[in-house]
Every structure is written in C-alpha cells, then in structure tokens.
C-alpha cells in the first residue's frame, strides 16, 4: 500500500500544522519526473517555517529548474510527532511538490546553516530509508551533498555526508547535476561519480582524505595518493548576476518566520570583525547595481502581493548604493503600501535620509550589534565603532520614532575582563539617557551570546569559556541591570553554545557522538523546548570524549581538523589579525583603504568592476539622486565628498536635522502627526510624520463587495490566519484598489465570515471587502489566478448599504460529515462494516430524541469542559447510501453548546475510538435568517419586502439563544 497516496485524509489531520507538509507552494515548478534527466531533493535541516525563510535554498531551486533537464524540489524536518506517525507507519521522507520518496532522487542536498541542526541531517537521512553512513550506500542510492557555512569545518558530518560544496553553490550545483545526469546515462559506479565529484572546484570528499591523528591527540584530514585535489578550494561566484534570482519567488501558503520578500543586494562584508566566520567566509566582497535591486523588489511585489521588503545582506546599511535604491523604490513602495525593512543596521552608518524611507508603517524595533560594552573590547574584536556613533545611532532611532532598539553583545571574547563585562549594563545605561527627549519612550532588549571561536577566524586558536564562568558572567550581568526600567535582559544558554562549540571545531570522531546522541533521541537541538543536554553527555560518555577538550586553546602550529579546507582567507592573515586583536589595534575597512592581503580573490574582472561602481556611489549615503546614474558629478571633488562624510560621522544628529518654520502668531503648536502639542517634547524636531495610505472614498465611488469562495482539497489544512494572509497577497498582486485603515499599523478592510475549522472543505465561505476605487467584477475574480489550489472565487455581489457584519449576519450553516475509507478500515478492522453503520445510525437517533446530549469539549491550554450540544443542532439525518457513511448536520453556529460537527459525529459512537480529526468535514451552505427565511449571504444583500434588521442581544452563555425560539430554546 502506498502510504503517500493516503497522506490527506490518513496522517495529516492529526499532527500539528499540517501544511508544512503539504507543498501548497504558489509559484512552485512542478514536472513530470519522466521528462527529466536528474532529479535534485533541496533539504533543509530544520523546520518548515524556517526553511522556507531562508533565501539560499530558494536560489538553488530556481536555477536548477530553470534547466529544462532538471527537476528540484524541496523538503523540510518533520516536527517531532510528523517523525513518530512516519516511523510507525513507514512513511518514507518525500518531496512536498510532487510526494516522491527521496530515495528515488538522484542528489540529496543540505543546507548547512547551524551546529544544532546536524541531528536533524541524520534524521532525515534515515527517513529518506538510505544508510547513514556513507560508506554503506550502494550504486543506486542517490548522492547526498551538503553546503553553508558550517562547511568549513564538515568533520562532525563526514562520515554521513558523500560530499561537501565549500563555498557558493550557484555554480558547481549545475555541474554537479551535469555529472548525475551522466551518472544515469553511462551508469557510473558510484566511487567513480565521488571521485569525479572530487575534482570539481569547491567540492570536498571526505572518501578521498585519510584521518592522522596529530601530537595533541585530534584527528586532522591529509590527502589520499589518488585524491584528485590536495586541498578542497572555496568556491564563490565573481558577480551576483540577475539569472540567479527568480523574478516569481516562492510563496508559502502558511505563515513563515519572515514572512515577507527578501532581495539580496551584497554578499560579503570586509570590516572584519575578527569573531565573524560568516564575514571571512563570504569574500570577495560583491554587490548588485541598485536597477537590479528596484527590479527584483519590484518584480517581488507585484508577484507575490507582500506587504513588507526586506533587503539582506551581513550589513545593509553597508551597501554604497542603499540610497540610490530606496529613492527609486519609494514611489513604487509609498503607492502599494509596501514598508521596506533591514534585518539590521550598522551603528554609526544609517543616515538620516535613509531612516526616514525604511519602516514607514508602524515602527516597532530597530536592531544594533554593539556586540561589546567597552571601547577596548570593540577595538579587540575589530567592531571599528566607538562611543560617539552609538550616541549618533541611539539618538537618530529616537527622533525617527522607533519604540525600541534592540541590542546584541558577545560574552566570553578574548581578553574579556570583569570591567568589560560590567561595560555592557554601563553602556545600555547611557543608551537610556541618549533615548530621552522623544516623543514617546523607547524600550530597549539586550540580547547576550557567548562568544564561540570559530575555525577560519583569528580567533579559532582561541579557548572558549567553561558553562560555569558563562554563568558567571550572566548573574553580574542581571546585578548590573538591576533597576534599569524599559530594559528586557536575554541570554542565550551557555550549555547550547558548549555543544555548539564542540562541533564548530571538532574532528572526524565527534561523528560518534552525534549518532549516539540522534539515536538516545535528540531532535531540533536548537530548539530549547527540545535539548537535553544531559542525553548529549551521556552520548559523549558512550563513545569515550571528553566533550571539554574541544573548548581548550590551539597552539599555533597545531594541525586543526578543517586545515585541509582552503578558504578565501590565508592562515597568515589570520595570524596577523589575532597579533592586532591581542594589541587592540584596529584594521580598517579595505573598501576605505589600502588592501592587506587577505588572499581574497577581490581583483577579478567582475569583482573590480563591481568594486569600481561601490567606490563612485560611497558620498551617496547624504544625498538622493534624481536617477540611476552613477557617475559622480564633474563638481564633486574628492575634498568635498572626504568632509561631508566626516561630517555625516561627527556631527550630533540633532544638527542633521532642518530647522522647523516657526508658527504663525497665535497659532497652536502641532507636532509632526498633526495633532496639538503642549511642550518641547512634542515638537516637530522628533518623531515622524504619519503616513498617508490609500484609503476609502466616503462618497459615490467607494465600493463594497461580498465575495463568495470555495476551500477544498490541501488547501483544508490552511489555517483561517493564513487565509486571510493569502487573501491580502491575493488582492495586492491583483491590483485591486483596496480601501485600507489608517495609522501606523495599517490593514484592509476586509471582514470574514465565520472561520472553518482545520482540515474541513467548503464551497461556500464568504468575505466582504472595501475598495477605494469603483471595480468590475472580472477584476475580483482575477484573483483566482494567483490563489493556490483549492482556494478559488466562485460568486460576488456588489453593495452599498450598511449591513451587519459576516460573523453576527450568518447564524446557520450545514454539515456533512464523512468517515473516509481509511476510518472505516480502521473502525472496522477490515471485517463487520455492518456494525460500524449500525451504532452510528443508533447515535443520530438517540442524538434526535434526546432533550440533552452532553459532550466533554476540550480547549487549547484549558481543562475540558462539559456541554449540552442539543440546542445548537436543528437537523441531523444518515444518509442511507451503503458507503461512505455520511451525517448531515445543520447547526446554529451562536446557540450555547455549539460543537464541531466532527465532534459531535464522535459522541454518536459509543464503543469505537478514534481521533475525530480523521473525519472528513464539509461545509455546504451558510444561511442568514430574516423573518423566519433563511437566505445564502448573497441574497440577503438584495432589497425585500422581508428585509429587517435582526437585533442582536447578548445571550446568557447557559440560556437557549432567544432569535431561535421553538423547540431547542429550553433549558435542559
């Protein structure tokens, strides 16, 4: 039996969020596996909310199906109780698009991305039903490869990975799925395909590297004699070319953990913060021309309907030609009501004129990375920021209107003394004398993070803190924030960042480890409702380490386990910057000066043109162009753009900002909302003007529509929330003028009826929506173009009159409830179908004679509650086809006692359990009382004879609801 095939109506409505494992993606690429020569599964050790977040799986699955000859598709963790239904039932892992078993493809791929999800690359290895370990795959398993930062050092993972890509991926990914595709044409053994994989730049087999046990007694990697590479080269990719970025990105049917558009505009960053894996690991530095940038935020938008752009890179705020963007961008986005955001923002560099332009909706945090509390500190990690420009920043967040910043600091770096430690509480409490003087008071978090050394980075030879002295210092930390108002202290576990940094820099044998600790059980370990760090000691104890010895210092001329990896930086550079560290001396950014020979390739073709187009744009940062022209004026001397950028840097934000024309005499004082003001404090000079969103006409030409939808098929395990997210998308990408609620916190106006419950089906659900503009019909359906599967627009109706809303208007809806063929089976047992239908028909009876019918009703974090269910149900019946068993329930949906019809159909069986989620529910009409006369929604738009409005009283929640009167309004 296949398994997949019952997915739906089996396993998925009884595990949590069931779409995520569905694949209701828009704008997916879904092929016949038969029109294809190579098939590549796109794996993401985590969650789906996660996955889905992250951009770079989202590149690779747009290049490899732009190829006419290739098929990917993706695929996420299962939650903890997803993998326990597919172990006991033996589900293999499967692609969400198509449900292909994962053993079938042809190249499985991970993301790498974090130390704790290595558990979860095991887990899903295993559900993929493939040997663990590499060394016991045969000829036709597939390839299982991995790629990310943490690949640096891919020791931990070694053993279970074919091989690893070191570096970028846009490229060697096709070359690799050329050789797969050679593989199935020739029938390349599979050490001939490792050894070929082999010799591709950037690709690293484990198979081909011996393990030599240094004299401090860790397991370091030298090259076999038919190794066809001595060392395994960083690959990155010279210019982040438009080809790579999908001009229709992908849209998750479920709300994700960013769930907003994403549009990379730099890759790399060289100010060189010396803990950074991520900012040496990412060099040469390369950046996109602004016109790409507009292009693809624009193309984003009018595709996918998000409300919200955020542009990505290690430090936007970096980007030479970030006000060029969001010049061009801020008519396009002021006209959608589009905010544009930045994940986070270098302190000192955010110009006045481009804080103005990002986040003009409702503010609510904006994020700094001070990452230490003392200039001595900073100047040992190479933060390159001082005091001053974090006065410039915390004060230029105040007079924009942000309500809070968000702060992030590192404990355990090198050096660290006591006093450094107490300069974090020191500093935050200066923040909080600069935030004073707005217009509203800001709050501040402090995020704080043990510092894990990482390989690659001048501090990989370095010793980590012990958990105790972690602990340490976080309880002076919580002394010295004691009494601070406004502030919210966060720190993250020191014993996550021990385990953490075993794997960042452990060898080969840690691969034991990790296989003891995923098979005790361990799971999502970065996830703190799910690790167990005394499982991961006991694994540890198993194997025989002494997990401690991984956190001691390196001496510098030990063999480390991730040398045989040769990355964009040279091991003498490092030294050199470990030799500064320990001096606290600075070095500079190189884009401002001169090169230090990093071993960056930077001097490439594409990387110097790219470098040349960053050095032109660099005094843009106080002025906006009028286009995307980017030479500099002939005026513009070299003298002029050196001053007024250390001016931008030196002078106090209050002087940036323009003089406010004095009132006119006798005139009130306003502030920038417009509305009276009483002091200085509420003066023009903070806070931000409120944004004009489009919104409604109150005339002739405002419109209003009642619109009427089906729900069915996958699209049952979307939730109402994210309906209602894909309903808001919908209308956006349709251009449908919508009328929109004003302030900050802006939304359409739009009003649902009542919400189907999870996993049932309907084919009358209605909305009522407002629109600025006069509208034709056509224009609404043409929604249906850009809703997923299962969602489509099926009727509407123009009004004008005010009416009750959707929720108290509909008071009636039918049911009909169906055990599917697998409930029967399973209720059955395969055998007395007969009697399956016998008590059922026993319960509807019973149900109808009764004067009460009490139902124990669970609710979420709550104890269950007892119910009378009678009152709220007019009619029930059994259809009398032999198969499937179908109920009929019409219910009042605002009578006390209301049940869920699958619920209700559960409590008609006495002898049988099952979980009534396995019932299929669906909704088949929704009715409007007036005067006795029930109506569709539509309908009742109509002007009749009958029409009268029905008063709504609250009812006593153990009374009958008095509108419906008869024979259900006694109290039983």
């Known amino acids: 039996m296949n398994k997949l095939r019952i ?7 009884i595990v949590t969020k069931p779409s995520r494992y569905t694949g209701s993606f828009l704008h997916a690429a879904r092929k016949d596996p038969a029109t294809v020569k190579v098939r590549a599964l796109l794996c993401f050790p985590d969650l789906y909310e996660i996955g889905m977040s992250y951009l770079g799986i989202k590149i690779l699955y747009h290049i ?112 690799m799925c050329d050789l797969m595709i050679e593989r199935r044409e020739s029938g390349l053994k599979r050490a001939e395909v490792l050894r070929r994989l082999g010799a591709l730049d950037g690709v690293y087999v484990p198979a081909h590297f011996e393990e030599v046990v240094n004299p401090f007694g860790f397991v370091a990697r030298e090259p076999k004699p038919e190794s066809p590479t001595q060392k395994p080269r960083y690959r990155y990719v010279p210019s982040l070319d438009p080809e790579y970025y999908p001009e229709k990105p992908l849209i998750s049917p479920t709300e994700i953990t960013h769930d907003r558009l994403g549009v990379e505009v730099m890759r790399g960053c060289t100010r060189g913060c010396r803990f950074c894996l991520a900012g040496y690991m990412n060099r040469p530095l390369r950046e996109k021309r602004a016109d790409q940038v507009v292009k693809e935020v624009q193309c984003g938008i009018v595709h996918a309907g998000w409300d919200e752009v955020s542009l990505l890179s290690l430090s936007t705020t970096d980007y030479k030609q970030l ?170 576990d020191p014993d996550t960042a021990f385990l953490e940094g075993v794997f960042s820099r452990g060898d080969v044998r840690t691969a034991d480890a ?40 390196r001496d510098l001329d030990e063999v480390l386990p991730w040398d045989h990896i040769r990355t964009p930086v040279v091991k003498k550079f490092l030294l050199q910057e470990r030799a500064k560290a320990y001096a606290a ?70 002087t940036l900002k323009s003089e406010p024309p004095a009132p006119a005499q006798g005139a009130p004082t306003t502030n920038e909302n417009g509305s ?131 929720m108290a ?32 028909e026993q319960g509807v009876t019973a149900f109808r004679e009764a004067a009460e019918w009490t139902v124990m009703k669970q609710s979420h974090g709550q104890k269950g509650k007892t119910v009378n269910a009678r009152p709220a149900v007019t009619q029930i019946a059994l259809d009398a086809g032999p198969t499937p068993l179908c109920v009929r329930i019409t219910s009042r949906l605002h009578a006390p006692g209301y049940l869920r019809p699958d619920l209700l159909l559960k409590s008609l069986f006495q002898s049988f359990e099952f979980d009534p989620r396995l019932l299929l529910v669906h909704r088949e009409a929704l009715w409007v009382e007036r005067g006795g006369t029930v109506l569709n929604p539509l309908d009742a738009l109509e002007e009749s004879s009958f029409w009268r409005p029905v008063p709504v009283h609250p009812a006593d929640g153990d009374a009958a609801d008095p509108a419906y009167g008869g024979e259900c309004a006694e109290k039983s």
């Open 7 to 13: 997915l739906d109506e089996a396993y998925l409505p």
């Open 64 to 175: 490899l199906n732009k190829r006419s000859d290739a098929m990917a598709e993706l695929c996420f963790t299962p939650w903890g109780d997803m993998e326990q239904l597919m172990r006991a039932e033996g589900i293999p892992l499967y692609s969400l698009e198509s449900r292909t078993p994962a053993a079938e493809f042809d190249l499985i791929g991970f993301s790498l991305q974090y130390e704790l999800s290595y558990t979860n690359v095991l887990t899903m290895i295993d559900l993929a039903q493939i040997p663990l370990r590499s060394a016991a795959r045969r000829d036709q398993d597939p390839i299982v490869v991995a790629g990310g930062l943490c690949t640096v050092n891919p020791e931990p993972l070694s053993p279970f990975i074919d091989a690893f890509v070191i570096g970028d991926g846009e490229e060697v990914i096709q070359e």
């Open 323 to 492: 006000p060029v963007v969001l010049h061009e961008l801020d008519r396009f986005t002021n006209e959608l009501g589009v905010n544009v955001s930045l994940p986070s923002t270098r302190v000192g560099t955010l110009a006045p004129s481009v804080a103005d332009k990002i986040q003009q909706g409702r503010r609510g945090s904006i994020t700094f990375a001070p990452e230490a509390g003392t200039q001595r500190m900073r100047d040992v990690i190479n933060k390159g920021i001082d005091e001053a420009e974090l006065e410039y920043s915390v004060k230029l967040a105040r007079d924009q209107g942000w309500g809070g910043i968000k702060f992030y600091f590192m404990i355990g770096l090198p050096t660290e003394t006591e006093a450094d430690v107490d300069g974090i509480a020191e500093i935050i409490g200066k923040c909080q004398q600069w935030a004073k003087g707005g217009n509203k008071r800001m709050h501040f978090n402090v995020g704080i993070s043990p510092h894990v050394p990482k390989p690659h980075t001048p501090f990989q030879w370095e010793i980590q803190d012990s958990m105790e002295t972690l602990n340490r210092k976080v309880e002076r930390l919580r002394q010295g924030f004691r009494g601070m108002n406004n502030v919210r202290l966060k720190w993250r």
């Open 514 to 553: 990790l296989e003891a600790a995923w098979r005790m059980g361990a799971r999502f370990d970065g996830w703190s409702e799910c690790f167990n760090f005394g499982l991961w000691m006991k694994a540890f104890e198993q194997v025989g380490i002494d997990p401690s010895l991984y956190l001691r210092p």
């Open 585 to 654: 001396a600075l070095t500079p950014d190189c884009r401002d000066h001169a090169c230090y020979r990093c071993g960056a390739p930077c001097f490439t073709p594409k990387a110097r043109d790219g470098r040349r187009v960053s050095l032109q744009l660099a005094p843009g940062q106080g002025q906006l162009p009028e286009t995307l022209d980017f030479r500099v004026p002939d005026d513009v001397t070299t003298q002029m753009i050196e001053h007024r950028v250390e001016e931008l840097r030196q002078a106090p934000i209050e």
């Open 676 to 806: 009276a003001g009483k002091g200085p404090a509420e003066s023009p000079a903070y806070g931000r003007r409120r944004k004009a969103w489009p919104t409604s006409i109150k005339g002739p030409q405002a419109q209003r529509f009642r619109v009427a939808y089906e729900k069915l098929g996958q699209a049952r395990f979307t939730s109402h929330l994210d309906l209602v997210r894909i309903f808001d998308r919908a209308l956006r990408v349709a251009k449908i003028p919508m009328a929109f609620s004003q302030g900050f916190n802006r939304h359409a106006k739009i009003a649902y009826g009542p919400p189907l419950s999870l996993g049932a089906t309907s084919r009358s659900e209605y909305f009522d929506l407002e629109l600025a503009q006069p509208c034709p019909w056509p224009t609404i359906e043409a929604m249906n173009d850009v809703l997923p599967d299962g969602l489509r627009i099926t009727g509407g109706r123009a009004f004008s009159r005010q009416t009750e809303s959707l």
């Open 809 to 840: 208007a509909i008071t009636q809806a039918d049911y009909e409830v169906r055990l599917t063929d697998y409930l029967m089976d399973l209720l059955s047992r395969g055998e007395n179908v007969h009697r399956v239908r016998q008590e059922l």
